[in-house]
């Protein structure tokens, strides 16, 4: 299970930013490495950043990753990730985002 919750800021604008969903692992025994992507529904807390519209507040966060395993609990990781409405508003930009991420695993 994926939950993330941020902060996006643009344009003199801020939102807050959340997921949740599943993700898919793929990784190997004593490799510290693992890669993982997902679609997950995420939503925002306004959706107009200046006269950047993204349409509507819900939106799809598509993603792939690449995590090295610290330790047996804590990760450190990449991921590219883009945004949009799927086409469910007439305005759908999308956002393209590069993350760093600092995971810890239960």
Not at 67 to 95: D, E, I, K, V
């Amino acid at each position: 299970l994926n939950l993330s919750l941020g902060w996006l800021n643009g344009r003199g604008e801020s939102a807050i930013i959340g997921s949740v969903g599943p993700s898919l692992i793929l990784s190997r025994a004593r490799l510290p490495l693992s890669f993982d992507g997902g679609v997950l529904p995420t939503c925002l807390s306004q959706n107009q950043f200046g006269s950047y519209d993204f349409g509507m507040d819900f939106q799809f966060t598509s993603y792939l990753g690449l995590s090295w395993a610290l330790t047996p609990h804590w990760c450190l990781g990449y991921r590219f990730q883009h945004m949009s409405n799927a086409g469910l508003a007439p305005s759908n930009p999308g956002l393209n985002m590069h993350m760093v991420a600092v995971s810890y695993v239960f």
